[in-house]
């Protein structure tokens, strides 16, 4: 039986031997990724800008004609707004690699407007014809509050182009608008405009008037990351701000204006600002730093 004993040693030994070789070596430890670009980060910014202002129609209501007065003409002959200028602020929050959201406050600098209204009047019972020039003008301040959505389309060499809309408020002030004006009286229009007479028309100042308006806006611009966490941003952005109303304007002679509606105030800005975004920001989508190699 010693035979037989050597013979079960022998084997065990063998297939010992061959487990062993049959052994793979260890495989290398992958390689840490980079980090997915940050998502659910807060951000603050600031912005400022200039603003091309413009506006749609004015209406001008004549109101306090004598009796037997008919008011034969009156309308605005021209009508202009100054532009201005903005600071805003503001905070939001990147909801997706491609979307991001905000809530913005804008204070606007004050725009002069500034409109020439003309009136004929004539009584038949006197015979009498009444022609008034006067150039109104006043100051348009406004402040915007605006919920926004941004879609980021991508990044290439830190610069991501954007474009956007928002909704919101917008509260304007309208003061120190009052009138300076002439009137010319005669027989018959034919004779005021060729010898009549003008007069100087003193008008009291107009009443300060606020009123808050829905707002929209369209935009459009770029941005460049200086560092992850730092963003520079040059945009457009279209903004139509509403209507607003003067108090009324009395004039130091037989009449008073119910006030100027000036109606569809807009404006098309230029902004530049800052964006700081909180938290450890990856780097951008589309970067074009090169990935490391992962070891075949």
Known sequence: MGWLKRAVVGLLALCSLDAKAAELPALPEAPALPPAQSLGNWYVRGDLGATSNSTGRWTQAVTGLTQGDQLVSAGLVSRSVRDSGFVGAGFGYEIHPWVRVDITTDYRSSAALRGNFQESVFNPSTSL????????????????????????????????????????????????????????????????????????VAFLPGVAKTRTDPAWSLMAGISYSISPNLKLDLGYRHLDLGDIRSGPINCLCRESFAGVKVRNIASNEIRLGVRW????????????????????
């Open 129 to 200: 014809a009444f022609l008034g020039k006067t150039e109104f003008a006043g100051s348009l301040q406004t402040a915007v509050v605006m919920a926004n959505a941004y879609a980021d389309l991508g990044t290439w060499y830190g610069f991501t182009p954007y474009v956007g809309a928002g909704i919101g408020l917008a509260h304007h002030e309208l003061s120190g608008f009052t009138g300076n004006g002439v009137a010319i009286s005669g027989t018959d229009f034919t004779s005021i405009n060729a010898n009549g007479t003008p007069v100087p």
């Open 277 to 296: 975004v909180f938290g450890e920001a990856g780097p951008m989508l589309g970067a074009t730093d090169d990935l490391p190699e992962i070891p075949r």
